[in-house]
């Protein structure tokens, strides 16, 4: 498994080098995230546990690593995490069955008979 504290290091090293050629490109990032930050609806916790949730099934390691920290600074307790984890998984399995009948779609396309109607 990964050094998650070392990995994080390691990235923020990189993108200190985006940083120094494209800095408004980290700068409108940061503002993106602080403006998501100011919710009013959503408490911190529930927002990173979504934030996992979406990181699992992006399969963003820099996002797990962030997420699962601000969550824990947030109060999320391992429960809490694993069951936001299961969203995910259940979102991933529902979506590779909608991809697997747009696949039967695509499939149908390429061996219909010459000439055949649609």
Do not use: F
């Amino acid at each position: 498994m990964l050094d998650w504290e070392q990995y994080r290091d390691e990235v923020a090293a990189r993108l200190r080098d985006i940083r120094v050629t494209k800095p408004d490109i980290i700068k409108a990032y940061s503002e993106l995230h602080h403006a998501n930050s100011a919710s009013i609806h959503l408490d911190a916790k529930t927002r990173e546990l979504i934030a996992l949730a979406v990181s699992v099934t992006l399969r963003c390691d820099g996002c797990i690593n962030a997420h699962t920290e601000a969550a824990v600074k947030a109060g999320a307790s391992k429960d809490e995490v694993v069951e936001a984890l299961s969203v995910a998984i259940m979102v991933n399995a529902g979506a590779a069955m909608v991809y697997s009948a747009r696949t039967m779609d695509a499939l149908d396309t390429y061996t219909k008979p010459a000439g055949a109607a649609s």
